[in-house]
């Protein structure tokens, strides 16, 4: 069976066993044998994740990436370097301002990892900012108002031009996700069986 690749990537301190990721994988593994959804633990240094991405890139041939959060900044770093559709599901658009709140000792609350965010840290998350999209028509954004996290406009405008899915009320967790997992599916090309 000729295999097909999909990437996911989590958000900051979240893990590939968060609700989206297990929810999207399950319901993959359950009506698409023919996909195979890869979910990393990304490392907490965005060195180290850049390391990590580069190397699934040179392994898989994937026809795409969903992306929560962080995962969305990354996702629309991946879309321009390897020219795929994007889902992004509550992206954050410039994380290297946002965490600036978090510089300091951290705890992963997941894996228990003690590490510590730099200024170093945000110089490299900023260096793999894209302001433009290669093909805005492979960008699908799903954000929902209630954005506990992040402020919902900043996408809104980041990716217009993009296909947009744009929800009143939810949260950062995007509430109902389980809504769209054929429809992400589908938006890769990816729903023959």
Known sequence: MYMQY?????????????????LFTKHVKAHYPNIDVIAPQLPTKPKQVLEVLNELISKYDFQGVIGSSLGGFLATYLHNKIEKPIVLVNPAVKPFELLHDYLGPQTHPITSEQYELTEQDMTELKQLYQPELKARSQVWLLQQ???????????????????????LGGDHSFVGFDRYLTQIVEFFDLGKR
């Open 145 to 167: 108002e209630k954005d506990e996290v992040l402020d919902y406009r900043e996408a809104l405008e980041k990716y217009q031009g993009c296909k947009i899915s744009f929800e």
């Open 6 to 22: 999909l990437l996911y990537l989590h958000g900051f301190h979240s893990s590939p066993y968060s609700e989206k990721a297990l």
